[in-house]
């Protein structure tokens, strides 16, 4: 729902806004700008937004840091109870916590503005965190016996990133982008899961070299 309203704005706000004036041409070498972007253009879902600082040099081209946070959390409750059969009554509790946190920085090279839209590429290094805690506790209420499961993962990802895009400018402060692009990581994981109330942890871990496609993304800009 949130990625929709999100989509909704930027579409309604650029039709807005470049019907109130069409008749400049960018400028964005030398300046600042401040970038926001949704990616996973899937309206179903929302899958965190990156923000991200840019600085254009006179000739146009430009460094991008940005930084990419998303995160959950989540508790459910369950009881079943038995008429006749109070010993086998239970109580389940389900928590879940993840975090997704990703930084990085770019070098874009820019072609000349083609009237409102200018096109760039890049490439940069990054660094990505992802993990999840699980929790599942199971209580039989006649027993008084608790049953306690965890699932505790955690991957980071180093790597260089390639982007490609276009920005297409409302006005000379102002323009709407769309991004894609590929990815070489290295990537380690590891996983606990603690079972029957600790006395027996599974333990896993990863590691890979490889490549990707990144999520398309929406980006709205504001240049001073």
């Not at 030398?30 to 254009?56: P, W």
């Amino acid at each position: 729902m949130l990625k929709r309203i999100t989509v909704l704005v930027f579409i309604l706000l650029s039709f807005q806004l470049f019907a109130q004036d069409n008749t400049f041409k960018p400028k964005i070498s030398d300046s600042y700008a401040l970038m926001f972007q949704v990616s996973e253009l899937n309206l179903d879902s929302y899958n965190g937004a990156t923000i991200s600082g840019k600085y254009h040099f006179k000739n146009q081209d430009a460094i991008r840091a940005y930084l990419s946070l998303y995160g959950t959390s989540n508790e459910t409750n369950e009881d079943v109870t038995y008429e006749y059969d109070y010993y086998n009554d239970t109580s389940s509790k389900r928590e879940h916590e993840s975090l997704e946190l990703k930084i990085g920085a770019q070098y874009l090279f820019y072609t000349k503005p083609l009237n409102e839209v200018a096109f760039y590429y890049g490439s940069g290094l990054f660094y990505n965190y992802s993990g999840y805690n699980d929790v599942n506790e199971n209580r039989t209420i006649g027993l008084d016996q608790i049953d306690r499961d965890e699932d505790v993962k955690n991957q980071s990802l180093i790597g260089l990133d390639i982007v490609v895009g276009a920005d297409w400018f409302l006005r000379n402060n102002l323009s709407i982008s769309f991004e894609y692009g590929c990815y070489f990581y290295y990537q380690w994981d590891n996983r606990d899961t603690p079972k029957n109330n600790g006395s027996y942890v599974s333990k896993y871990e990863f590691s890979e070299v490889g490549i990707n496609y990144s999520n398309a993304k929406l980006g709205l800009s504001l240049y001073f």
